[in-house]
Nanobody, 126 residues
Framework: QVLLSESGGREVQAGGSLRLSCVAS????????MGWFREAAGKERECVAA????????AYANSVEGRFTVSRDNPEKRLYLQMNSLRPEDSATYYC???????????????????WGQGTQVAVSS
């Protein structure tokens, strides 16, 4: 079992920045990929960014490419999402997820991720 806990979500004005963090605990040696997903009211959960623990390769949604950066701290088992130039449409609950199947590059399909955090709320005001 892998436990995930996110933090860093809050309300911010459009154009601002936020940094989300996720800490993993438990059987973290079984984790090969991690990702950030978001779910807005009335919309499907989508992958914002994912990163491979195998080769550090990354994958981003087109809507955040160039604005968001995913990174990891392997010794601390932490995952980060630096979000810049935030827009009102970025408002959502952001979830950290982990995948125990080795796959490169990291996939962006939610159903492939076995472990999920509780989410952290991001609200971007115009």
């Amino acid at each position: 079992q892998v436990l995930l806990s996110e933090s860093g979500g809050r309300e911010v004005q459009a154009g601002g920045s936020l940094r989300l963090s996720c800490v993993a605990s438990g059987r973290t040696r079984s984790v090969y990929n991690m990702g950030w997903f978001r779910e807005a009211a009335g919309k499907e959960r989508e992958c914002v960014a994912a990163i491979s623990w195998i080769d550090n390769s990354t994958a981003y949604a087109n809507s955040v490419e160039g604005r968001f950066t995913v990174s990891r701290d392997n010794p601390e088992k932490r995952l980060y999402l630096q979000m810049n130039s935030l827009r009102p449409e970025d408002s959502a609950t952001y979830y950290c997820a982990a995948m125990s199947t080795p796959r490169v590059p990291p996939p962006r399909l939610p159903r492939l991720y076995q472990y999920w955090g509780q989410g952290t709320q991001v609200a971007v005001s115009s």
